[in-house]
């Protein structure tokens, strides 16, 4: 893998922000995204830099693009541009989360049983519902709904968006993530891989990602964004996944 991977995979990520945000507006660097039908949403309310810009004054930008929310959040995608934002953004109050983009490559294998099967946001929504309230007990049903229902602008974001799950024996879906394809630019990325509390240790995840790896194949990029520090890199690592570079996240509350 190159730079210009890393390049397209920006890219792709500026253009996906901007499909499906409500309002875009321009800054130097990047865009601020809006949706005030998802306010609980920082993906769907921050700043997303990916290119140069001017680290001192992207403190000030958030504040008066995302004044009216209870959270600041500048997504810095290039990983030059972000070291140096950092000090400025960390003297301001932000705290500084680093992100690994990971991209796969050599042979694709499908699932060795069944494939995961595309749903509807209205067949995933009561299991991710239940998770959300599992990852956050304290959110309410406004939080809760929202991080459930933001799925639903998400399919504007590329030409194919897809829902995947494996459900399990009582049909219940128990492991499910996003497939956004992009032929146009022979990209596609999955995100969100997750399988519900009660179903974990059964290989419902590696059929999702299997599927996922079927249904992208012949894509030349195939990438997704993992946490640097849990385990799931490591899982991702083992089935062909290898960090070519970082992203970062910047928040305040």
Do not use: K
């Not at 009216?68 to 000090?87: G, K, N, S």
């Not at 933001?150 to 995947?164: C, E, N, P, Y």
């Amino acid at each position: 893998m190159t730079a210009s991977d890393l390049q397209r995979i920006t890219a792709f990520r500026m253009s996906f922000a901007r499909r499906q945000a409500a309002v875009v507006s321009e800054i130097p660097g990047g865009v601020v995204v809006l949706d005030e039908g998802f306010t609980r949403s920082h993906e769907h309310n921050q700043l997303l830099i990916g290119g140069p810009t001017a680290p001192d004054r992207l403190a000030a930008l958030a504040d008066e693009a995302l004044g009216h929310l209870p959270h600041r959040q500048i997504m810095v995608l290039d990983d030059a541009v972000a070291t140096e934002c950092a000090p400025a953004l960390t003297a301001a109050g932000y705290t500084h989360y680093t992100e690994t983009v990971m991209t796969h490559s050599g042979a694709v294998t499908g699932p060795t049983g069944a494939p995961a099967e595309q749903v509807t946001l209205a067949e995933l929504r009561p299991e991710l519902v239940r998770q959300l309230r599992s990852w956050i007990p304290q959110g309410g049903d406004d939080v809760i709904d929202q991080l459930a229902d933001r799925r639903s602008v998400r399919l504007r974001g590329a030409d194919q968006v897809r829902f995947l799950a494996v459900r399990a024996p009582d049909g219940t879906v128990a492991s499910w993530a996003d497939l956004y394809l992009e032929p146009g630019q022979d990209i596609a990325q999955i995100e969100e891989v997750v399988t519900a509390d009660a179903h974990t240790r059964n290989g419902y995840a590696d059929t999702v990602l299997a599927t996922a790896l079927q249904q992208a194949a012949g894509y030349g990029l195939f990438f997704l964004i993992a946490d640097p520090g849990d385990w799931p890199r490591t899982w991702y690592t083992r089935r062909g996944f290898t960090a070519i570079g970082r992203s970062h996240r910047f928040s305040r509350t």
